[in-house]
Nanobody
Framework: QVQLVESGGGLVQAGGSLRLSCAASGRTFSSYGMGWFRQAPGKEREFVADIRWSGGNTYYADSVKGRFTISRDNAENTVALQMNSLKPEDTAVYYC??????????????????????WGQGTQVTVSS
């Protein structure tokens, strides 16, 4: 059974940093792409970042580009999201997700929640102004 568990969320002041981690179990995840999404109250879940199975290709939403970095450790079955220069508008529940089923290649990354098959329970990130 696939399980994803996020950690590292919390309360931080604007301009600060947080590092989210997602631990995956139930499969060997080194063959699968993984992503981070977020959902603020009253809003739809939105794409944050995507990383290919090898870790060699990464993709970001324009709103976080230059501030967030996605990475993965295939030996440890983990994916991380380093978030710097946080803004109040980054406040949301952050979810990691994994793509298991084969999908058509997308050159700009997999930005649709339907591109992912399994999700974690989420971790709250709150940025105060």
């Amino acid at each position: 059974q696939v399980q994803l568990v996020e950690s590292g969320g919390g309360l931080v002041q604007a301009g600060g940093s947080l590092r989210l981690s997602c631990a995956a179990s139930g499969r060997t995840f080194s063959s699968y792409g993984m992503g981070w999404f977020r959902q603020a109250p009253g809003k739809e879940r939105e794409f944050v970042a995507d990383i290919r199975w090898s870790g060699g290709n990464t993709y970001y939403a324009d709103s976080v580009k230059g501030r967030f970095t996605i990475s993965r450790d295939n030996a440890e079955n983990t994916v991380a999201l380093q978030m710097n220069s946080l803004k109040p508008e980054d406040t949301a529940v952050y979810y990691c997700a994994v793509r298991i089923r084969p999908r058509l290649y997308k050159s700009s990354g997999y930005r649709d929640p339907d591109d992912y098959d399994y999700w974690g329970q989420g971790t709250q990130v709150t940025v105060s102004s």
